[in-house]
């Protein structure tokens, strides 16, 4: 994978929540493809969303964007989402932002690829 | 085409394998009346070794073989002609005696053979079979040049237009037509931004385009150095061909013609050409500079060769004409950023202030940031800020932010109010975007301010005693209209510095903000006090290879 692209998986968990799996880079280049891929999921109310961040290595002020938007999304859709796995550096972003005040971070139903997993690769 | 058909039937070397002696003398008579130059061999190793041994100009186009040898059948021997990558395409015509079956027949031109006549052979159904074979291999072989060309014309073309800049452009045509036309080459743009004019030459590629049987591997790309030249050589060239017009138009010039148009420099430059030169001219547009591609004039000689480097002159000036749109896209952006940016900071008594600009390099990462110094009725209000997201758009919001943040400043609202109004209005007009703002008020009489920070990277503060500390007390970004907190007061010092940056001037990529963040406080302690030395200092410490904009917004109460 070039250093600059972003991949998302999606996978489905036992307890009902869609995880979104990102690895590589979210920033100006990528965020359309994290955008399609979260609107591409169906969500259900008081079904979370589970960002999966630990393996992304870079996010910028539009990846930040990008998350913003799919909160608000996931608020149209009486849900939420969460954010797990996230690296000191992001945390360090979140809260110098003030996003963390709007994204829940924590630890999560962080789903296996167990039944009913569908990776949804881009 | 009737060049072709001339070509492809005139006399060749032809190779006769036969172990009688009379058969091959009789058989190469014929061949010799006919006008073909005739080699012979008896048995099979003998004739594959003459093939091997054979020098490029030397080497038979046709073998006529015979197909009963003392130490191989000449079956064999086709198939190892044809097994051989230099020989593969050399037609092989059996002979045999009368008395053998259809199978026999058959089963030579399965193993390759290209005919096979069986005696008694009629001199003139011998000389028209080999016309025919040697017809069939030569358009062969000219199909196959072409494509590997059309194939190296591709790549070229790729080359071209994966460019980055004016130099990388040049290079990659002189290359592209070197490689193209197995010719030394030259070629001949204005940069992208009009002010230079750049000539690059390339030696002629290594034999391998135009070598008979070379497979269809496309060579690298040689190496071509660039220089500057005078900017009238290209209105000089077109005086030879293509004057104002657009498309495409080829000239030969003789030595002499081409370097008094094209003079040389001390490393030798353009005069890389033994002989004629075959120049073409291409443009796109009315009133645009033309490309200008030179190589050696006796590689036009094919009826395909001036037809590939037209093509290729073609797709150079296109993908010199994107190169010119984007550096263009480039310098509009960069000035509507210095017409949304104050260029001069107002004198304020108390105050001394230093601003440092620098928008990002790349014309991609052109970003959203701004600085603002403007007089209120609550004192000095400074700001800095940056809006997520790059090139035109980032830009124009940021223009607007900026226009707004001075409107409302001064009606006279306190910070936080400000990030609330800016909130408001961005929301309402540009909805998926965010901004990051730090605002800073200074109190008339310079002894107190207060910070607003919606986001950003908070304000760093050096007290008169050289140690430093940020401001951390902020609310969220921008966009989000969620609520913002009252401004933070503090006290200051007289020779307090306070500093307002944007990330671009510290952040890596990969790097923790809070690591670079502290890399920055560390080395304000130590910096001059003067201003405009210590923003210098902190550019060229931490601006050095960053890709994004840089602001940088420092101010001294006196």
Redesign the interface.
Known sequence: MPDRALVVTADHSPSGAVVLRLEGVLD?LTAARFRRTVEEIPLRAESPLVLDMSRL??C???G??EL??AHRRARTASTSVLLVGVS??LG??LE????D??LTAGEGPVGGPGDGSRPARE | MSTHAHLDSAVATVMVLDDNDTKRYIVGSWLRRAGHTVVEAADGAEGLALLAGASDADLPELAVVDVRLPDMSGFEVCEQIKADPRTASLPVIHVSASAVEVSDRAQGLHRGADAYLTEPIAPDELLATVTAALRYARARRRAERLARRVAALNSSTLAVYGARDGEAFTAAAAAGAAALMASPAVAISLSPDNRTLLLAAAAAAPPGLSGPTEPLVVPEQPAASVRQADLRVLDLLCETALGDGIGTDMVLLSGEQWKSLVPGDPSGGADVFPGRVGLVLARTKQGRPPVALAVDATTLAGVDDGELLSQLAQACALALEALRSQSEEHALVLTLQRTFLPDRLPQVPGVDMAVRYEPAADHAEIGGDFYEAIQTPDGLLLAIG?V???SLQAAMVMGEVRHALRAYAIEGHDPRTLLDRLDALLVRLRP???V?VCLVLVETGGRRIHVAN?????PLLRRTDGSTRYLTE????L??Q?PHPPATPHDVAEGSTILLLTDGLIEV??????DSMDALSDTLRGAPQELGELCDVLLDTFGKGKTDDIALLAARLL
Not at chain 2, 474 to 477: A, M, S
Request: aromatic share 2%; glycine share 14%; proline share 7%.
């Open positions: 100006h290595s870079f910028d002020s539009v930040l964007t913003l938007l000191r550096e360090h972003l110098l932002t003030g996003v005040r709007v | 940056d997520a997201g790059h998926s975007i965010t990051t919606a986001g950003h990277i908070p902020h609310g969220p970004l966009g989000l969620l990529p990969g790097e923790d903000l809070d």
